[in-house]
Each structure stands twice: as structure tokens, then as C-alpha cells.
């Protein structure tokens, strides 16, 4: 019963992301500052095989501004990403339509709170990673579990 309960969570926390514009990541106002600092140095560890550093230009979508008041999870990244060696680029939050995107691998980031911890989800030239991070007892994310990869079908 609990497993139908986590997997009916998880489909109504993914189908709430599906709303945004499609190039855009999503960060839930109750990830903190602690919470993005932890998730962004495992993204960067983890984009660090598919996309090596010091050869690839990353361009995130930020979550868009009027519904991510305080987002902590996008400086957090760009720290990380460039600490561990990629050239990273921003799409303004009010592109053009008409504006050529810019140049570089396009990568997402998806972070809600789920159950008693946080799944982050990357997506990047059609693949999606997923981890589960649960909470400690004093309330820091843990990696528990490994990276669950998805590719897109063709």
C-alpha cells in the first residue's frame, strides 16, 4: 500500500512539472539553500562523465522568476558547474521567441520535495536522470540511492 501511495505521489509531483514551458527547470520554493548547495554539487559530479568539463558549455533554463520567488537551487548550480569545470550559460528568464538559443548542451534541473526527502531529476540531450534523496534525522539530504537513467525513445 505505501509503494501505491509513493508512486502516486511521485506521478502527481512529475505531472506538475509538465505545465511549465518545456525548456524550463523547476525548483519547489521548500528546497533550501543547504538542500541546493548538496544537489547541485551531485548533479555536477554526476553530468561530469556524459558531458565532460573543460569541453562542454551548459545552458541552463532557469526556473521562470514569478513562480520561483528566492530560487536557490540555480546559483547554486552555475557555482558548481563552473567549479567543476564547465563554461555555463543562462537563458534569460524573458527570451524572445525569435532569440537563437544559445549555444551549448541544454540541461534541466527538476527538484520537488517527495515523501520524507527530495528527487531531483536532470535532463539533457533526451536523457532524464532521477535520485531520491532522503532526509537525515538532522534533516540534511542523503544520497541513499543511485541515479535512475531514462533515455528518450526514439
Not at 520561483?68 to 537551487?73: A, I, T
Not at 527570451?95 to 534541473?109: F, L, S
Request: glycine share 6%; aromatic share 6%; proline share 10%.
Amino acid at each position: 500500500m505505501k509503494r501505491i501511495a509513493l508512486c502516486i505521489l511521485l506521478g502527481s509531483a512529475l505531472a506538475g512539472c509538465t505545465t511549465v514551458r518545456p525548456t524550463m527547470s523547476y525548483v519547489a520554493p521548500e528546497v533550501t539553500a543547504s538542500d541546493a548547495a548538496k544537489l547541485a554539487a551531485d548533479a555536477a559530479h554526476w553530468l561530469a562523465t556524459p558531458l565532460p568539463p573543460a569541453n562542454t558549455t551548459i545552458v541552463l533554463d532557469p526556473p521562470a522568476s514569478t513562480a520561483q520567488q528566492g530560487d536557490v537551487m540555480t546559483p547554486a548550480m552555475v557555482e558548481q558547474l563552473r567549479a567543476t569545470g564547465y563554461g555555463v550559460v543562462q537563458v534569460p528568464r524573458q527570451q524572445a521567441k525569435a532569440a537563437p538559443p544559445p549555444e551549448g548542451v541544454p540541461v534541466r534541473y527538476l527538484v520537488s520535495p517527495l515523501s520524507t526527502g527530495v528527487l531531483m531529476r536532470l535532463q539533457y540531450q533526451g536523457i532524464e536522470a532521477a535520485r531520491f534523496y532522503p532526509r537525515s534525522t538532522d534533516g540534511s539530504l542523503v544520497e541513499a540511492t543511485p541515479f535512475t537513467v531514462r533515455e528518450a525513445s526514439q
